[in-house]
């Protein structure tokens, strides 16, 4: 999804020249075994390079003028072995465009009791050098990950992995392209938005092509090709006895084999990494795309459905966040509730578009009626949702600034057969409470649209929205919704004040 070779993040060392060149040599010897052990760290989603350690204004600024321009460069470590006096850094901060995280470590991690001298003392001053440093970035009002605790520590390295994931999603969001095939679905609000300041705050290009665009594509796919996609399906997925060889809606399968070459193939030739469709706009298609969709989402594409770019987006950038895991990242709509005392849970679904990604088996392949939309009845993968600590996303357009939401749920068991519901679904226990969730994400204007995933945290979602310095609200064990009715208010003046 991303090439982990052509990625970088600059592990940049801050010192200075009060404590003689024997005391430098050593930082950045210890400077560089630090960045190539986090380098080579398993779950590391691209390299961590080490770079000369600086201890001047003009080396800061050449640093951080460098890494803005590197477009291989997504993101710097920084660590300030020793003291590194602040206003050394107010030139390079100024230019730096990419996402800083602050690693408050130091070498050792023990005081070593019967050697500590003053030589350990002047060499191992991340406690107050660290502190310095936090205090101009504050100044500058610089957002950024501060990550405290011994650089060998599986905790302090899980986030520093995390971070990095995010700021491979960042570097993704600078460069995305998402194609809308048609416009939004008539008269619906939240899927709609501000694409110029998309494009502003994140660096989203979100461009319409008409779906006869699309469909001069489709008409060019071979019957060789379609052959060989239907022999997949049947590898991949356990198919209806109707979509076999001979069966009476083998004829469906194969048309959306053909809608699946032709859409991947557009997305391929025009750099698109997320799409859009919607239901009341497929002119000359024969079906809505719903296992073509499916298995681009599984692949790493984002998708929005009804015309939802923003969420077509967040599908792409959560799943190159949680590169590296499972893989169970996908479009989602809160479909329908069950309000048992015992225990309320939402269930989660689209008329067809759910990731195979998210499920806990083998796919059945079906084809049912869609009920809407006046097409063929469309070819789509059923299965129930795995189980697992989960989130639910959402962005949205507030008018005047963008807002992300993220709820925390625990996708359970369906607790009974659902013969008759020809969709994939997932259902989730949403946390703290359906009841506290739900209003507040009402209150929050949170869409009916999501990113649902397994992978993504809700701290990662956070430093997305540092990143991008947009608001972020928490939906989880501990929401309240005094507090967070307030939250929501003190945000229209914080990000009011701050135009974004
Ligand atoms: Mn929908």
Not at 176 to 190: A, C, E, P, T
Not at 229 to 243: E, H, M
Not at 266 to 293: I, K, R, S, V
Request: glycine fraction near 10%.
């Amino acid at each position: 999804m991303i090439n982990k070779n052509t990625k970088e993040i600059w592990f940049v060392t801050g010192s200075q020249h009060l404590y003689g060149e024997e005391a430098l040599r050593k930082v950045a010897v210890n400077a560089e075994v630090v960045a190539d052990s986090l380098s080579g760290e398993a779950g590391m989603p691209v390299q961590i390079i080490y770079k000369p350690i600086v201890t001047t204004p003009e080396e800061i600024r050449a640093t951080c003028s460098a890494a803005s321009n590197d477009e291989s460069c997504i993101g710097l470590i920084t660590w300030m072995h020793t003291f590194s006096p602040a206003k050394m850094w107010i030139s390079g901060l100024n230019c730096l465009t990419k996402p800083v995280c602050h690693l408050h470590t130091q070498f050792n991690r023990d005081i070593p009791w019967g050697e500590i001298d003053m030589d350990f003392m002047n060499l191992n001053q991340s406690a107050h050098g660290g502190r310095e440093y936090g205090h101009m970035m504050t100044r500058m009002r610089i957002q950024r990950k501060v990550i405290v605790g011994h650089w060998e520590d599986a905790g302090v390295r899980r986030q520093l992995a995390d971070w990095a994931g995010v700021a491979a999603a960042w570097d993704e969001m600078q460069h995305l392209k998402v194609v809308r095939f048609g416009d939004n679905m008539r008269y619906v609000s939240v899927t709609d938005g501000d694409k110029v300041e998309a494009e502003r705050v994140f660096g989203i290009s979100v461009n319409t092509h008409g779906v006869g665009d699309l469909v001069e594509v489709i008409q060019k796919v071979t019957e060789s090709e379609v052959d060989a996609l239907c022999r997949a399906y049947a590898d991949d997925y356990s198919l209806s006895p109707d979509l076999v060889v001979g069966g009476s809606q083998r004829g469906s399968l194969r048309e959306a084999a053909r809608i699946e070459i032709g859409l991947r193939r557009f997305l391929e030739e025009g750099g698109y990494a997320a799409f859009t469709n919607t239901f009341e706009d497929l002119h000359g298609m024969a079906q809505l795309p719903g296992l073509a969709t499916q298995r681009l989402m599984a692949d790493g594409y984002g998708f929005g459905a009804e015309g939802d770019w923003k969420h077509a987006a967040l599908v792409r950038v959560l799943k190159v966040m949680g590169q590296g895991k499972s893989g169970g990242t996908s479009f989602m709509e809160d479909y329908t509730y069950h309000f048992d005392p015992a225990g309320a849970r939402c269930l989660g679904s689209h008329m067809l578009e759910i990731c195979p990604s998210i499920s806990c088996e083998k796919p059945g392949c079906e084809v049912h009626p869609l009920g809407i939309g006046g097409k063929a009845d469309p070819v789509r993968l059923v299965f129930n949702g795995a189980q697992g600590p989960a989130i639910n996303a959402s962005l949205v357009d507030l008018g005047n600034r963008f807002r992300f939401l993220v709820n925390n749920v625990e996708s359970v068991a369906i607790p009974e057969e659902m013969p008759n519901l020809p969709v994939a679904r997932v259902l989730w226990d949403a946390k703290p409470s359906l009841a506290v969730a739900a209003e507040a994400w009402i209150q929050a204007g949170g869409a009916h649209h999501t990113a649902f995933s397994f992978d993504v945290s809700s701290e990662q979602v956070e430093m997305l929205a540092e990143m991008a310095g947009v608001e972020c609200v928490f939906i989880d064990q501990g929401t309240e919704l005094r507090s967070f009715k307030q939250d929501l208010r003190l945000g229209e003046i914080y990000y009011g004040i701050r135009g974004l």
